[in-house]
């Protein structure tokens, strides 16, 4: 959501691009977990907060929030920037659901237009396809994943596809059923791609069809999280929560194929684990990626050999708080936004665009318990 500002002078009307963008900030309102459900706000948060994110400064002014929403754990941004999807209802005891609002960029504000059962207990991720018209939301202990049709109002209808995983994996503590971590889609949304944690593969789906055509298996104990494409649409990367590893793949839209080119560690050779892996992201010139460890606390950084694919490790900085669950990177390039969520904060960072080391620039956006960034 680009704003522009129009200037006058005595001759001339200019508009200048302010580099001016929303950030939505998705949290924890409840402390609960799936055995029982504190009450709503235990946490002090009220749902999601917007900001108005000045890409020139890298200053961040408070917007607005919800009133309300429970454990909107993980955003995703419709295409055109008309609509926002939260997984809501979060840890809590019955299935979570899916929630919509309309997003109103001229007031800085969120109107709740509805939501649907996410079909699953605990949904961890939503995402809808480069044609708008489909949102798929991974329901992490449930272990199951649903595609729901969209309609002109933005509203999901009756459920297309409910797909539920059986089996464990080689962790009896952590992967002792199916943990569908993220769903997310290819860049022509022509497939759809189900990260299990708890069965240490990835299933390569038909959207149209609900039809698993492929499975990509990870190492035993690694724990598939979360998958991102680079933006040649030529590779993709994916972060392994508890083995520690990014892995890189070559990537064929024709037929979905994720061919296994590097798996390089995320951490340095000092750290030796538990690890909990979360985030990933490539930088919008896709000359970086970038990854969040939860354990030891740090933002990885590779280079990118854009001819192969191939990571090149760059360093690994602290993130100045607990829990970086989360982080994302501005359109501009030039600011990486981490949330700490247990530390309450969102910490900005500075982007040597030429290196891509990142900078620490002081700056603090208090939100409790936030576990989500997505920024248009």
């Known amino acids: 959501m680009r704003l522009l500002i129009l200037i006058p002078s005595l001759f001339f009307f200019s508009f200048i691009n302010a580099q001016s963008y929303v ?24 749902g999601i907060y917007m900001f108005r994110f000045d890409a020139a400064t890298g200053k961040a002014t408070a917007l607005s929030h919800t009133e309300g929403v429970c454990n909107p754990s993980f955003l995703t941004i419709a295409p055109g920037g008309r609509r926002l999807y939260a997984c809501t209802e979060s840890r809590m005891k019955e299935k979570g659901s899916l929630s919509v ?5 001229k007031k800085g504000r969120l109107h709740f237009i509805g939501k649907v059962s996410s079909l699953g207990d605990n949904p961890a991720y939503v995402a809808v396809n480069a044609a708008g018209d489909q949102v798929a939301v991974a329901n992490y202990s449930g272990g199951s994943y649903t595609l729901y049709p969209v309609g002109a109002d933005g509203l999901p209808g009756k459920a297309q596809f409910h797909i539920q995983h059986l089996g464990k994996g ?14 997310v889609y290819s860049p022509d949304g022509h497939h759809l791609y189900i990260q299990d944690l708890g069965l240490d593969r990835i299933a390569v789906v038909s959207p149209a069809t609900g039809d698993e055509q492929l499975w990509v298996y990870t190492p035993p104990g690694s724990g598939p999280r979360h998958l991102t494409f680079h933006p040649n649409g030529r590779y993709a990367y994916l972060i392994e929560e508890m083995g520690g590893y990014v892995d890189a793949y070559r990537y064929t839209a024709a037929t979905g194929r994720l061919d296994s080119l590097q798996r390089i560690a995320a951490h340095p050779d000092t750290a030796t684990g538990p690890f909990r892996s979360s985030d990933i992201h490539v930088s919008p010139d896709g000359r970086f990626l970038y990854a969040s460890n939860r354990a030891e606390t740090t933002i990885a950084i590779f ?15 602290p993130t100045m708080g607990i829990e970086p669950r989360n982080f994302t990177l501005d359109p501009s390039g030039k600011w990486l936004l981490v949330a700490n969520q247990e530390t309450d904060s969102i910490v900005i960072f500075q982007v040597d665009t030429a290196t891509g080391m990142i900078r620490d620039t002081g700056r603090r956006i208090k939100v409790p318990k936030p576990s989500c960034l997505k920024m248009e």
Request: charged fraction near 20%; glycine fraction near 10%; hydrophobic fraction near 30%.
């Open 23 to 46: 950030l939505f900030v998705g949290t924890y309102t409840n402390s609960g977990n799936l055995s029982g459900n504190p009450k709503l706000d235990s946490t002090g948060s009220k």
């Open 101 to 105: 609002f309309d997003i109103d960029a």
């Open 170 to 183: 080689a962790n009896p503590a952590r992967q002792e059923a199916p943990h569908v971590h993220s769903a």
């Open 303 to 317: 280079s990118i050999d854009e001819s192969t694919g191939r990571l090149r490790p760059m360093g690994y900085v």
